[in-house]
């Protein structure tokens, strides 16, 4: 059974988080925020499971103190929630794999047959599509396949063999990081210094990511969607209320949110810092050719870093051109 007040506690967090999102600077960030709140609402509205309410409340209160921590200019939260929102881990990430992996395939693909005849479970990984196959080994670094180990009297078991081929197989899955969608890419840029027409964007370049069109719509990648509508960020001055005590309050989810520390207002971040992070954020973020649903396993690629990183000295004079370039350049001008 559900305490008395339940229902109270549960608007007042809900309509804390809608509040804390629509105060962030990230626009994209704001239509996440507001719409994976608005679904988990729905999705446990009518859930009786006690625990799973609980644990729900537990994670609501995290967000929700993450954000108030990035609205009042800490920038290591505001960073995290920049990661989850362009793909970085969470849910988007799975979104954006998703395409790689299950999608686009060309007809005459064959899954592969299982070392024992009619034993599925012996089966090996099928094949990864080049680009992905690129990011594992130029961007992670890692092999496609395991060095296996080699038994001394007796050869390995072909189920043995499967297991430790799919256990390899989900830990580069797990790790690998993915391209955005080529739009968001060049917003990106944008965002952190670059100017259209700039021979270093990445609309010049033509360098990114897959466009949007090859993605599936799902509802965990509405918010890249290069073309909807997006919230615009709240200019009202609002007092903001601590929340309450919940109802299944413990020592460690009271500690999520100081009661004794003067609220203050919504920090605005100046336009360097917002640069600053959107280029930390590109740090984690490879680059690869346009892609499309055709040419995805026909294409090779290389994987690339963006011009807008922030680079240490030695990459920097490295891309010093050499003296021959810069009299010819002035000779041209």
């Not at 600077?25 to 499971?49: H, P, S």
């Amino acid at each position: 059974m559900f305490p008395p007040n339940h229902k109270v506690y549960i608007r007042a967090l809900y309509k804390n988080i809608l509040v804390e999102a629509s105060l962030f600077f990230d626009d994209r960030a704001r239509l996440y925020i507001q719409n994976k709140a608005r679904k988990v609402v729905q999705e446990y509205k009518t859930c009786t499971d006690v625990e799973r309410v609980k644990y729900k409340i537990r994670e609501a209160r995290k967000h929700l103190h993450r954000i108030e921590q990035a609205n009042r200019g800490d920038q290591k939260s505001a960073l995290k929630i920049l990661e989850e929102v362009y793909g970085r881990n969470g849910k988007t990430r799975h979104a954006l794999l998703h395409p790689f992996l299950n999608c686009h395939q060309p007809r005459d693909f064959k899954l592969p047959e299982p070392f024992v005849p009619h034993a599925p479970r012996t089966a090996p990984p099928p094949l990864l599509c080049p680009p992905l196959q690129a990011l594992i080994k130029q961007d992670l670094g890692k092999k496609l396949e395991p060095e296996l180990p080699i038994p001394a009297y007796k050869p390995l078991h072909p189920g043995r063999k499967a297991n430790l081929l799919w256990k390899h197989r989900s830990m580069l899955l797990d790790r690998v990081q993915l391209p955005l969608p080529f739009e968001i890419i060049c917003e990106i840029e944008r965002k952190a210094g670059a100017t259209v027409g700039h021979p270093l964007y990445a609309g010049t370049l033509l360098t990114g990511g897959p466009t949007w069109d090859f993605y599936l719509s799902t509802d965990t990648m509405t918010h890249l969607n290069p073309t909807i509508k997006l919230p615009k960020r709240s200019t009202i001055n609002r007092n903001h209320q601590p929340l309450m005590d919940s109802p299944y309050a413990t020592i460690t989810n009271i500690s999520l949110v100081d009661h004794l520390k003067k609220v203050k207002r919504p920090f605005n971040f100046p336009t360097r810092t917002k640069s600053r992070l959107y280029r930390r954020l590109l740090t984690n973020i490879p680059f690869t050719n346009i892609i499309s649903s055709t040419t995805l396993w026909t294409q090779s690629c290389k994987i690339l870093k963006s011009h807008w990183v922030p680079q240490g000295v030695t990459r920097i004079l490295e891309d010093i051109p050499s003296e021959q370039v810069i009299k010819t350049t002035l000779k041209i001008k």
